[in-house]
């Protein structure tokens, strides 16, 4: 009896054999704290290697982590929008749309309807998301390739006023272009052939595809406006009428023609034409404090100082000039009688057999022409570094245009996909339209 008891107490009082009784015991709680301790080091490891991946791609690619944010960003420069009273429901929902699924974080927006109202959205800040003050309707955007409507409306008008043909050879509308410095007799034949027709509508010959835009060679001086008996040598493309190949140098030789027709410098022409004073003015390369700061950082080969790259002089005919879209607006407006005459001229000198139902596929003397379900339209569209804008010109006289601070590394599609939602709401003629939905896959 004493000795059970005394075995019971010994039993209490040792440890080890509380131990067997409370299965784990110490072992347990050593386990679990060894467990904890190995989750810490390997979330550390994983912060660890988290932060040295990110560091280096800030490294070795800069912008991409800002690439990464930029949804995030595009959701106040939506919430930013405001318009004008009675802005259609459609150009409204495009409006709020673009900034993230164009990469845009500025924007201006200007419609005329048929009835020759003007309405105007915009968004975004001057100096980057919630920094400075608002774009307005007065802010200056480049508009890159959509100068190319002022050289084609001046070459156009010169036409149907006599001063030139667009029938006539480039080489007898342009004896200044001279004796080539070097030429072939095949590429002489050829370039006979070639017509003012053919530069409007980008069938001259000239195809930057290939070889490169001569008016876009970094740090060179194009040939073009300064040395034209060195464009008078290029070996040509392609057989002049044949086919499409876009290219800047065919509006640059505009702009000399333009010139000639007229009696007065380009940038000149066209400010007495088309622009009232303070309202635009053309790029020298520098940023006016008007502008706002583009967005680059989808673009892989440039800073914001490209333009040191590049001559603005000499390409401001095809891609120099800066204006707001709501005087490019009120450009058009001015122009309306006009523009409805040259137009339908114009879409006359489309080449046969091209599907005139794809977007940007298909050009007549003014800008690319687009035709899907009895209705058409003459477009302009352009992109710079950092810039985007497009200039829509319905056969009813309404149109529209949209300017933007930044560019998608998938603008063209993207350019297609907000063109082909703008032309069919543009489109509706009957009172009231219901509004096409936006859709971002479409």
Not at 215 to 225: A, V
């Amino acid at each position: 009896m004493h000795l059970q008891v005394a075995r019971q107490r010994q039993s209490k009082n040792n440890p080890v054999s509380r131990e067997k009784k409370r299965p784990g015991g110490r072992f347990f709680f050593v386990g679990f704290f060894s467990m904890k301790r190995s989750i810490s080091y390997f979330c550390l490891a994983i912060f660890f290697v988290v932060c040295t991946w990110l560091i280096h791609v800030w490294i070795t690619t800069p912008l991409q982590i800002p690439r990464w944010l930029f949804p995030l960003e595009a959701i106040p420069v939506s919430l930013s929008t405001t318009c004008s009273e009675s802005v259609p429901a459609w150009l409204v929902q495009s409006a709020k749309k673009l900034p993230g699924n164009s990469r845009s974080p500025t924007n201006q927006f200007a419609y005329l309807d048929r009835d020759g109202n003007i309405h105007t959205c915009r968004n975004g800040w001057m100096n980057g998301v919630l920094q400075g003050r608002r774009v307005s309707d007065q802010t200056l955007f480049q508009i890159a390739s959509v100068t190319k409507f002022f050289t084609a409306t001046l070459i156009v008008e010169a036409h149907i006023q006599a001063r030139i043909s667009v029938d006539s050879s480039v080489n007898d509308a342009l004896p200044i272009l001279g004796k080539p410095a070097r030429s072939t007799p095949d590429n002489e034949r050829v370039w006979n052939k070639m017509r003012v027709a053919d530069l409007l509508r980008h069938s001259a010959g000239f195809d930057r595809m290939p070889n490169g835009d001569p008016m876009l060679l970094q740090n060179r001086t194009p040939p073009c406006p300064y040395a034209l008996p060195e464009v008078r040598s290029y070996v040509l493309d392609f057989q002049p009428g044949t086919r499409y190949g876009y290219g800047n140098l065919n509006y640059c030789l505009l702009g000399v023609l333009a010139e000639n027709a007229y009696g007065i410098p380009y940038r000149k022409l066209v400010q007495q034409r088309f622009v009232k004073e303070g309202k635009g003015e053309f790029s020298d390369g520098p940023y006016s404090k008007e502008e706002p700061k583009y967005d680059i950082r989808f673009e892989n080969l440039f800073s914001e100082n490209f333009w040191k790259s590049y001559d603005f002089s000499a390409l401001s005919a095809a891609a120099g000039m800066r204006i707001s879209a709501m005087e490019l607006i009120n450009i058009v407006k001015a122009e309306r009688a006009h523009l409805k005459e040259y137009l339908a001229f114009a879409n006359q000198y489309i080449l046969p057999g091209v599907d005139c139902g794809k977007f940007m596929k298909c050009y007549s003397l003014m800008g690319s022409y687009y035709s899907a379900n009895g209705r058409h339209a003459n477009v302009w569209r352009g992109n710079m570094i950092g810039t985007a804008a497009m200039l829509i010109v319905m056969d009813d006289g309404s149109a529209l245009a949209w300017l933007g601070g930044g560019q998608s590394p998938t603008q063209y599609r993207d350019d297609e996909k907000m063109f082909s939602f703008w032309f069919e709401n543009m489109a509706l003629t009957h009172s009231n339209p219901p509004t096409r939905r936006w859709n971002s896959n479409s």
